[in-house]
């Protein structure tokens, strides 16, 4: 929670030499200062609510980072799958080649 500080009693002295009582004057300071307070304890973050932030981001960074992990392992993987797929389908392809040639050298 945040404090504001001002020189209350000279601003009651400004107030009062500008013609209003000092009751007046006291009343409208503890408003002010009540109202100056209240607008930035509402927009302040403290260092408890950065921290919580901090920790939260922190926890938001780890989880993409083994999503990722995750998701390369995966790509990987298929990656693997698609590298024998297509080297069986090479091998065959070089079966039905030389059985061709040898076909065709035999005529």
Do not use: C, P, W, Y
């Amino acid at each position: 929670m945040s404090t504001t500080t001002f020189d209350t009693f000279k601003f009651v002295d400004k107030l009062e030499k500008a013609g209003l009582s000092r009751e007046q004057a006291s009343a409208i300071v503890e408003a002010q200062k009540d109202a100056l307070s209240e607008a930035l304890d509402s927009n302040i973050a403290t260092r408890g609510d950065l921290a919580a932030v901090k920790a939260e981001l922190k926890a938001d960074i780890a989880g993409s980072k083994s999503d990722l992990k995750a998701e390369i392992a995966a790509i990987r993987s298929d990656m693997q799958a698609l590298e024998m797929r297509l080297t069986i389908k090479l091998g065959a392809l070089m079966v039905v080649a030389v059985g061709v040639i040898a076909t065709l050298m035999k005529h």
